[in-house]
C-alpha cells in the first residue's frame, strides 16, 4: 500500500522533489558503483537520527508515488539519503535480501542502527552494500 503523509511544509517538499529528480539518473547505475558514488556523497556528514531520517523519508514518499509505492525501495532510500545529505547529515544508505526465504531484495535507510520506515525487525535484511555516515573516510563501511 503506497505510503501518504500530511504535514509537510512547503520548503520540505521542495527538497524532496529535488532529492527524488536527482536520485531518479543514479538508479540506472550499476549496484557497485551507487555505492562508491554515494560513498564519495557521504563523506564530511554527520550521523542522521532516526526522527530526522523519518522525516526525510516522509517528505520523499509524500511528493513521489513511485517512491511511495510497493516497488519503490530503491529510489526511496537514494532519495531519502539525498534528503539527509543536503542537510548536512546521513542515514546508513543499505541494499540487502531477506535473512529467511523466500529471496527478495530491498533497499532502505537506517539510522541510529534501526531501519527508518520499515514495518520489519532489525536483522530481518542481510546488507550486501551499505554506505555509512563518513563513508568516504578509507576502508569500508
Given at each position: 500500500?503506497?505510503?501518504?503523509?500530511?504535514?509537510?511544509?512547503?520548503?520540505?517538499?521542495?527538497?524532496?522533489?529535488?532529492?527524488v529528480a536527482?536520485?531518479?539518473?543514479?538508479?540506472?547505475?550499476?549496484?557497485?558503483?551507487?555505492?562508491?558514488?554515494?560513498?564519495?556523497?557521504?563523506?564530511?556528514?554527520?550521523?542522521?537520527?532516526?526522527?530526522?531520517?523519518?522525516?526525510?523519508?516522509?517528505?520523499?514518499?509524500?511528493?513521489?508515488?513511485v517512491c511511495?509505492?510497493?516497488?519503490?525501495?530503491?529510489?526511496?532510500?537514494?532519495?531519502?539519503?539525498?534528503?539527509?545529505?543536503?542537510?548536512?547529515?546521513?542515514?546508513?544508505?543499505?541494499?540487502?535480501?531477506?535473512?529467511?526465504?523466500?529471496?527478495?531484495?530491498?533497499?532502505?535507510?537506517?539510522?541510529?542502527?534501526?531501519?527508518?520506515?520499515?514495518?520489519?525487525?532489525?536483522?530481518?535484511?542481510?546488507?550486501?552494500?551499505?554506505?555509512?555516515?563518513?563513508?568516504?573516510?578509507?576502508?569500508?563501511?
Open positions: 500500500m503506497p505510503e501518504t503523509h500530511t504535514g509537510t511544509s512547503f520548503g520540505q517538499r521542495t527538497q524532496a522533489r529535488i532529492a536527482v536520485a531518479r539518473p543514479l538508479l540506472l547505475l550499476p549496484p557497485a558503483r551507487l555505492g562508491r558514488l554515494l560513498r564519495r556523497v557521504a563523506r564530511g556528514a554527520r550521523p542522521a537520527g532516526h526522527d530526522r531520517a523519518l522525516r526525510a523519508r516522509r517528505a520523499v514518499t509524500t511528493v513521489s508515488a511511495a509505492g510497493r516497488e519503490g525501495c530503491l529510489p526511496r532510500s537514494v532519495a531519502t539519503a539525498l534528503l539527509c545529505r543536503a542537510r548536512g547529515e546521513w542515514p546508513t544508505w543499505c541494499v540487502g535480501v531477506r535473512s529467511a526465504p523466500p529471496f527478495g531484495a530491498h533497499a532502505w535507510v537506517e539510522a541510529d542502527g534501526r531501519l527508518v520506515g520499515e514495518e520489519l525487525p532489525q536483522g530481518y535484511f542481510q546488507v550486501l552494500i551499505g554506505v555509512s555516515p563518513g563513508a568516504g573516510k578509507r576502508g569500508r563501511s
